[in-house]
């Protein structure tokens, strides 16, 4: 699936990847390939990416490395899955 991280500067992030864990307002949920269309707002915490994945050195600074995938810190955002491509408007 296809994950594309934005802020209100810059692209953090586009390209495929394994599974996407985000912290919506009502908990942390996680999307795999073909999860069904959602929409949500998501509150402080962390974006947590795995798969093969390469982060731009532009912004790699914004990520943590951790186990098997990157993490990156968010105040807040939004977040639109559907038809295996996910846009995370984060703050």
Do not use: C, R
């Not at 990847?17 to 908990?27: F, M």
């Not at 977040?79 to 996910?86: G, L, P, T, V, Y």
Request: net charge negative; no cysteine.
């Amino acid at each position: 699936m296809y994950l594309e991280i934005v802020s209100p500067e810059t692209t953090l992030f586009k390209g495929d990847v394994n599974s996407v864990s985000v912290p919506g307002i009502s908990g942390e949920f996680e999307m795999l390939n073909n999860h069904a269309p959602i929409v949500s707002i998501l509150k402080e915490g962390y974006v947590k990416i795995s798969g093969s994945i390469q982060i731009d050195d532009n912004h790699a600074s914004k990520f943590e490395k951790k186990d098997s995938g990157y993490w990156l810190a968010i105040n807040s955002g939004t977040i639109e899955m559907n038809a295996n491509k996910i846009i995370v408007l984060a703050d």
